[in-house]
């Protein structure tokens, strides 16, 4: 059932006087995990049948009892019903309750086989058995000690979660965000947030300023405060880095944090001078950085130029005689781009090869592989990704592994283990996909590189940059200060890809070249205006077209990409109607109104070191418990259990965004694309779209979108000086 409308309610009779209502949830309609907007059905002493509830309340589940103070309402669509400015939960006294209450799935390792049997064992004790003498829950058929502890544990914490809850729901926040500060603080999230509410938008993901100002607005601190003000400068350099930026110009600095604060400059000035006196912030000349962005700069400078003036340990390759060797071995002739960039980096001690579809970059890491191999040198080939490192592994016949993997994250000092005081074990380094590695991520990269080490970086630079801050390769290319190659000539075996054909064509700012009615080619464009028409076509391609003649797998195989998150064709919406569509039934879990399926094609969407999972990787649900409240999602082989709680770190990835796709190649790739994406419409989001199918590309959508596209090639750009610090060497 949707949400009513609670801007739609009309009172057909006077506004009735203030009343209580206490009873039994018996059915919770909806439940907004952001706002915790509730509607509900009760059953309560002396009314015949159930009683409709809304208001708000942070958590709630069946079986509860509930205390509501509010007023009888005549809605104009739902009838009559309770409209609650206050709903208070408490748990249940009778068995009966009891039983719905722990049957709901709010504790772990508790179903609805198991409310059943301790309720029947112990009555209108279960609740207190639970809490103050849990080892007595063994006694219980299918509860050993494992699970007793999995139940004792969830009730603490779920108590725990619901005191803090009731105070951030009287704070203007939701169940979802509650349940990520109670992750991050845990039984000091209370104490911690009225100390210093703004520590919620630095250390909560998913939490932003204005959120945490309206907590501590609650709270009563000041409007003008110096804390809010410093606050707010940190928040306006965070929002900037989120956009690519490494620092602000201070003019615009202040302007910003004026906006979005409304106090006075002094103030924000006086803050400005506080912040980077505690070196949180760095000025240098009318530059402001986060101190962390400003040492990653520096360090990425000096790192590069250090490397470069530091000898090898290995003896001088003969540059000549290796491509000789490598080209004689792969049984191919290299093109002269190829022959120059095999040279440039056995000689160099670091550079960049650069390129399109087709021009052989992986040829090129598959032939240095073979020669370092050759001379027995210590090598390690990495991405940024694991899809990316897997095509490395599988073009070099020689492991490769995601960057993280490489520096070894370690959970319990919450950083890399190897670091300039532990450097990584090899004196070769090569870089695939590094239009995606952003500023901190090199930062960490060079710090764990020894002085002697070889840094070959391959990528496009004509992609879109990283999605964290920085543009890293496009910076060292333009210093002028590092050998770059610039692959250009289209390799044989790709020169029959209409694919390959139109990536280079958009990046020449050409029109896009269409293969002729009916042939069998790998690139088509299917020209729809009307968004419900576009999805109609999507979902058809998807569901029956592509299968039935392509023989492609719809859930292993096709990738829908789309320029935005929201709206009709952002990828919020398309994967409900995808999921709908490709997986619509089985065991799942609810959480955050979604509905998380067995077999369901999942993203992480932040950076989880504890699991060793990353922002834009892709997996499948494996399984759902819905006892335990957990579900496991499949990448590639390497499963990851995720509790209720973590869900949040989950989308579903039936639809993703271009920018998310960086990294990734997709057996097939149905592209949307329509005027109302206007905003995002660049040459280097079609031409990165592009590029991500590897058999086929489907691109859907409007031809004026398409040209808007491609003639747009004006780059957004990022304020950096990594660039400038590289040809200053300093």
Known sequence: MKRPDSNSKKKTATETEAETLSGTVEHIVFHSEESGYTVCHMRVPGHSGLVTVVGNCPAIWDGEMVTCSGQWDNHRIHGHQFAAGSIRCVPPTSARGIERYLGSGMIRGIGKVNAQRL????????LRIIEHESKRLEEVEGIGPKRRRM?????????AIRDIMIFLQGHGMGTAQSARIFRNYGENAVAIITENPYRLCSDIWGIGFKTADSVAHSLGIPKDSDQRARAGLVYVLQTLTDEGHCYCPLAELVLLAQDLLDIPAETVENALVHEIQREAIVQEADRIYLKTLYDAECTVAQRITKLQNTAALFR???ADKAVAWAQERMQIEFAPSQHEALRMALSEKVSVITGGPGVGKTTIIRALTDVFKARR?????AAPTGRAAKRMSEATGTDAITVHRLLKYQPATRRFEFDRANPLPFEVLILDEVSMIDLPLMHSILQALPDTACLVMVGDADQLPSVGPGNVLRDMMLSDMLPVCRLNTIYRQAEGSWIVRNAHHINRGEQLELPPEGANADFYFMETNTPEVVIDRVINLVTRRIPRRFSFDPLNDIQVLTPMRRGQLGTENLNIVMQDALNPAGESLERFGRSYRDGDRMMQI????????????????SAVDRVDQTLVVDYDGRKVKYELSELDELIHAYACSIHKSQGSEYPVAVILLATQHFKLLQRNLLYTAITRGKKLVCLVGSAKAVGLAIRNNEIRLRKTTLRDRIAARI
């Open 316 to 318: 001088p390759i003969i």
């Open 151 to 159: 139940i004792r544990d969830s009730w603490v914490e779920q108590k």
């Open 377 to 381: 040198i210590p090598l390690a080939l």
């Open 119 to 126: 309720v029947k064992h112990f009555g209108d004790n279960t």
């Open 606 to 621: 932040r950076n989880n070191y504890d699991k060793d999972v990353y922002n834009g990787d892709i997996g499948r649900i």
